[in-house]
Nanobody, 119 residues
Framework: QVQLVESGGGLAQAGGSLRLSCAASGRTISNYAMGWFRQAPEKEREVVAG????????YYADSVKGRFTISRDNAENTVYLQMNSLKPEDTAVYYCAARVLGSDTFNCWGQGTQVTVSS
């Protein structure tokens, strides 16, 4: 099982930027697809972005396309989410998750990091 720890959250103004990091330990993430999810108060958790095990393909929710960029450094066992042009509606707890190759579900989750965007 891989352990995930997110960092980099905080308070930003609308139009600003934040960079989230997800540090993995226990196993190399090179065998895992990785994703970023978020959950706002009183809302269901939603996927934000995903990246394949070697970084060849990425996925973005429509709400963040063109503003957020997911990347990974397998040598550093870390995944990133660069968030630009932040909006108040991006306010949420952001979670990093891992899906082992061959599995249909993300079964390893971090504890989350709060992102708050003020208008």
């Amino acid at each position: 099982q891989v352990q995930l720890v997110e960092s980099g959250g905080g308070l930003a103004q609308a139009g600003g930027s934040l960079r989230l990091s997800c540090a993995a330990s226990g196993r190399t993430i090179s065998n895992y697809a990785m994703g970023w999810f978020r959950q706002a108060p009183e809302k269901e958790r939603e996927v934000v972005a995903g990246i394949t095990s070697r970084g060849g393909r990425t996925y973005y929710a429509d709400s963040v396309k063109g503003r957020f960029t997911i990347s990974r450094d397998n040598a550093e066992n870390t995944v990133y989410l660069q968030m630009n042009s932040l909006k108040p509606e991006d306010t949420a707890v952001y979670y990093c998750a891992a899906r082992v190759l061959g599995s249909d579900t993300f079964n390893c989750w971090g504890q989350g990091t709060q992102v708050t965007v003020s208008s």
